[in-house]
């Protein structure tokens, strides 16, 4: 990014030697059979600026105003009639494994904190809120998928023939393309003619429906920072296939600033909305002009701060220890709190299955269920590919393959994967895509392992998602008692509606590169 002088080590050995990438994303290099651990680089938004790619000068302001200080000028400025805070579960698991405690157990501490010290009102679980999600992105594919079957059966899409000589200009091409690279990570596995080209236009104008005729394969929107790259690196390409249900975070925005603001009798401008989350990229997500009221000059999230940012920033700004927090005073929830966060009287918290929200999990049971007529029980058996970070699934009826969907978590798949989509070879439904390898439990903004102390950031991985799957029974997001006050609050009729498309659905739009200023970059 910065031209730097580079001086060479005069004793330096000449051989040869290999990088190593670990799962936590440390890096060790190999000379001589001898593994030295290589020091992380810093890199900050203006750095980031400088190559005009990433993040826009107007995205750092807006940035700036997502921190913990930020949090506590506001919360405490009075001009607020409430203070919100909704935490997700893999935050709350984050947290849990380094207090060594249950997620239960922190969230009430946490609650007890954020009252005491900070005067919130309300500490909500974000569970359902990704149950609204689930259940808008299942109606959606499930549209997508019966305009596509409509297509193919219309007799637009190209033949067997058509197909089969696409795939092999694809494999040919993509071969080449690995061979100048030396990158072969993630490719997907090649099966028989019948299951290439999933990938589909849009539907032409007059065929759309109430997702205006978007394209297969769906691929999943939660993750802001896989949906940052595909508006400023792919652009109008790749837009099309990525699905419209907003993120559980700003669905929980709707809920606070619209639902609860009516419980409380107030305006959405009269709270302030902070969410925990374990992404940094939630922040961006946040800020964005769609999720901002201009009527109430308000946006859905006000404030997002990280697992990592409660440990390393708030608990010191309120002069208080982790040893401090893990003592704290117990707060059992609401009976608002109980309801959105799924939470029994008995105190059994329900959730989806999944690290990464299960988006994948449960699309794909709906469709088996609602396309097929088959209904899929138990633990989901995905197949790894060629690495650990990307599986896939399949619905087999008669011999052949009905539903293929993905997981392909990491940079690295995602490049895979929009190669294919652009090639127009992807053979798959469905793809739960995440910009974090390991998914959101290993997001960036989630407190990482002491290596002074001797922790290990796997096992502490590994923790983690125990503690989301010993601390969440698995349930059916239709079945929540959240989201019928949620549906009915906003006055939906059902799920998919033009109410609830309205509330919990966004748009998405290619960043032209004339819309990055050149002269705010600083070299």
């Not at 409430?82 to 239960?104: E, F, K």
């Not at 922790?455 to 929540?480: G, I, K, T």
């Amino acid at each position: 990014v910065k031209p730097v002088q580079i001086h060479k080590d005069e004793n330096a050995s000449e051989s040869s030697f290999e990088i190593k990438l670990e799962d936590d994303g440390s890096v060790s290099q190999i000379r001589d059979g001898v593994e030295k651990k290589l020091e992380k680089t810093q890199i900050t938004l203006n750095d980031c600026l400088a190559c005009s790619g990433c993040v826009t000068s107007a995205e750092s302001v807006l940035i700036t105003q997502q921190s913990t200080d930020e949090f506590l000028q506001q919360a405490r400025s009075g001009k607020f009639k409430h203070v919100i805070v909704s935490v997700c579960p893999q935050a709350l698991a984050s947290m849990a494994v380094r207090l060594g405690q249950g997620t239960a157990e922190v969230e009430e501490r946490l609650r007890a904190l954020l009252h005491d010290h900070v005067g919130a009102t309300y500490l909500f679980n974000t569970t359902s809120s990704r149950d609204i999600s689930l259940l808008e992105c299942a109606a959606e594919f499930l549209e997508r998928f019966r305009a596509w079957k409509a297509w193919r059966e219309s007799g637009a899409a190209p033949g067997k023939a058509d197909a089969a000589a696409s795939a092999s200009s694809s494999r040919r091409r993509r071969k080449r393309d690995e061979s100048d690279s030396g990158d072969t990570t993630g490719e997907v596995s090649e099966d028989t003619e019948g299951e290439q080209r999933v990938a589909s236009p849009p539907l032409p104008t007059e065929e759309r429906g109430t997702f205006q005729g978007r394209a297969l394969p769906m691929l999943a929107s939660a993750c802001p920072g896989w949906v940052c790259y595909a508006e400023k690196a792919q652009g109008d390409v790749v837009l099309p296939y990525i699905d419209t249900t907003r993120s559980p975070q700003q669905i929980m925005g709707v809920l606070v600033k619209q639902c609860i603001a009516k419980e409380l009798n107030v305006r959405g401008s009269d709270i302030y909305h902070v969410s925990i989350m374990p992404c940094y990229d939630k922040k961006l997500e946040a800020s964005r002009s769609e999720y901002a009221n201009e009527l109430q000059q308000s946006r859905d999230v006000d404030c997002v701060i990280t697992s990592s940012e409660v440990i390393g920033d708030l608990l010191p700004a309120l002069g208080l220890s982790e040893s401090a927090f893990a003592s704290h005073k117990r707060e059992p929830p609401s009976d608002l709190e109980r309801l959105l966060g799924n939470c029994s009287l008995e105190g059994k918290r329900f959730s989806s299955d999944g690290v990464s929200g299960g988006y994948a999990d449960y699309v794909f049971r709906r469709a088996a269920r609602e396309l097929f007529d088959t209904e899929v029980s138990g633990v989901l058996e995905y197949k790894k590919l060629q690495n650990s970070d990307m599986d896939e699934i399949k619905l087999v009826k008669d011999g052949k393959p009905v539903l293929r969907f993905c997981r392909a978590y990491g940079f690295r798949n995602i490049q895979n994967i929009v190669r294919r989509i652009r090639s127009g070879t992807c053979p798959y439904h469905f793809v739960e895509v995440m910009a974090c390898p390991k998914g959101c439990t290993n997001g960036g903004g989630q407190i990482r392992a002491r290596e002074t102390s001797g922790e290990d950031a796997r096992a502490m991985l590994e923790n983690v998602n125990a503690r989301l799957r010993e601390d969440y029974e698995f349930s059916d997001p239709a079945s929540s008692p959240a989201v019928s006050f949620a549906y009915k609050a906003l006055g939906c009729t059902g799920v998919a509606s033009p109410g609830a498309v309205s509330a919990f659905h966004t748009s998405y739009n290619a960043v032209k590169d004339s819309e990055i200023d050149p002269l705010s970059i600083r070299w």
